[in-house]
């Protein structure tokens, strides 16, 4: 690693923390207890920008994956890869922070409603991903049919964004665009995206790093082999 | 402070995925540094022995 990338890592971590230190400050002191849902709501500071990061994640791969089908560079493979791994890590959290959230205020942990389902098949579309990467028979053939996966199953992505005003589901709508915040809790919204925004960025570039790493690692070992 | 419990359970899975997948990160980065110092062991003896 070189001195340019060990900067761009240690401005990364400074302002993530940073960041994380004013979203916490934010949730738990600044911003006031919503009337209805009482404290637990608070979640939703957290939740909402995790929901953002895997579909920025996603949205990623995406990228990634359509410029290594075209230029084929091991680099666009590593973005990908590490991008989706973050994602099913997001997601992840996603459906345990959703259930955690719904079980005080809806009275269940799950329903399957269109927005729930349809977050699962996400989490289970990228879950895939990972797996035919990791059981290819050869890594060049793992890269391939998992960009083929992190093209076709971002469709999913704008299918569960739009799930909550297609049809009628027990989640609540995007109130965020709609105008339902007070100022203090759009303040604090935005301030936990940028904390986990960064936070992905940071897992993304050291993630891509590591796969660089592995695949210079499996060239020399063949390289060596050949000689 | 009702439902604390729900808060408190959601903030500490997300702080201990985000920290167990950043502790696997740290794992693989040192096995890939051992493979790396390995290779590097090899190529020497390799040049020595040529």
Same mark, same amino acid.
């Not at chain 1, 600044?30 to 920008?49: A, C, D, L, M, N």
């Not at chain 1, 942990?109 to 895939?128: C, F, G, H, K, P």
């Not at chain 1, 297609?166 to 665009?177: C, D, G, K, N, S």
């Not at chain 2, 390995?38 to 020595?48: C, F």
């Given at each position: 690693?070189? @001195?340019?990338?060990?900067?761009?890592?240690?401005?990364?971590?400074?302002?993530?923390?940073?960041?994380?230190?004013?979203?916490?400050?934010? %949730?738990?002191?600044?911003? $006031?207890?919503? +009337?209805?849902?009482?404290?637990?709501?608070?979640?939703?500071?957290?939740?909402?920008?995790?929901?953002?990061?895997?579909?920025?994640?996603?949205?990623?791969?995406?990228?990634?994956?359509?410029?290594?089908?075209? /230029?084929?560079?091991?680099?666009?493979?590593?973005?990908?890869?590490?991008?989706?791994?973050?994602?099913?890590?997001?997601?992840? &959290?996603? &459906?345990?922070? @959703? $259930?955690?959230?719904? =079980?005080?205020?809806? #009275?269940?942990?799950?329903?399957?409603? *269109?927005?729930?389902?349809?977050?699962?098949?996400?989490? &289970?579309?990228?879950?895939?991903?990972?797996?035919?990467?990791?059981?290819?028979?050869? $890594?060049?053939?793992?890269?391939?049919?998992?960009?083929?996966?992190?093209?076709? #199953?971002?469709?999913?992505?704008?299918?569960?964004?739009?799930?909550?005003?297609?049809?009628?589901?027990?989640?609540?709508?995007?109130? %965020?665009?709609? @105008?339902?915040?007070?100022? $203090?809790?759009?303040?604090?919204?935005?301030?936990?995206?940028?904390?986990?925004?960064?936070?992905?960025?940071?897992?993304?570039?050291?993630?891509? @790093?590591? +796969?660089?790493?592995?695949?210079?690692?499996?060239?020399? +070992? #063949?390289?060596?082999?050949?000689? | 402070?009702?439902?604390? #419990?729900?808060?408190?359970? *959601?903030?500490?899975?997300?702080? *201990?995925?985000?920290?167990?997948?950043?502790?696997?990160?740290?794992? +693989?980065?040192?096995?890939?540094?051992?493979?790396?110092?390995? &290779?590097? /062991?090899?190529?020497?003896?390799? =040049?020595?022995?040529?």
């Amino acid at each position: 690693m070189n @001195g340019r990338h060990t900067l761009r890592n240690s401005i990364l971590l400074g302002l993530g923390f940073v960041l994380m230190m004013a979203a916490l400050f934010m %949730v738990f002191v600044y911003v $006031p207890t919503e +009337k209805h849902s009482g404290i637990v709501q608070r979640i939703f500071y957290f939740h909402v920008p995790v929901a953002w990061v895997s579909f920025l994640a996603f949205f990623v791969t995406f990228i990634a994956s359509i410029l290594y089908l075209w /230029k084929r560079e091991i680099k666009w493979d590593a973005v990908a890869c590490a991008s989706a791994e973050v994602g099913v890590i997001f997601t992840t &959290l996603v &459906l345990i922070t @959703g $259930p955690i959230w719904a =079980k005080p205020t809806w #009275g269940i942990w799950w329903t399957w409603d *269109a927005r729930l389902t349809t977050s699962l098949v996400l989490w &289970l579309i990228y879950l895939a991903y990972l797996l035919v990467r990791r059981l290819a028979n050869e $890594p060049t053939q793992g890269a391939r049919h998992g960009a083929v996966i992190g093209i076709v #199953g971002f469709i999913d992505v704008p299918i569960v964004f739009l799930t909550v005003n297609l049809w009628r589901t027990q989640h609540p709508t995007t109130i %965020v665009f709609e @105008g339902g915040l007070t100022t $203090p809790m759009l303040l604090t919204l935005v301030v936990c995206i940028a904390a986990f925004t960064v936070l992905y960025i940071l897992l993304v570039v050291q993630g891509a @790093g590591l +796969k660089s790493m592995e695949a210079n690692i499996r060239y020399l +070992k #063949g390289a060596m082999q050949g000689e | 402070m009702e439902n604390l #419990g729900y808060l408190l359970a *959601a903030y500490t899975v997300i702080w *201990a995925v985000v920290f167990g997948y950043v502790l696997a990160m740290q794992r +693989k980065q040192r096995r890939l540094q051992r493979q790396i110092d390995l &290779l590097q /062991k090899s190529a020497d003896q390799t =040049k020595t022995n040529s």
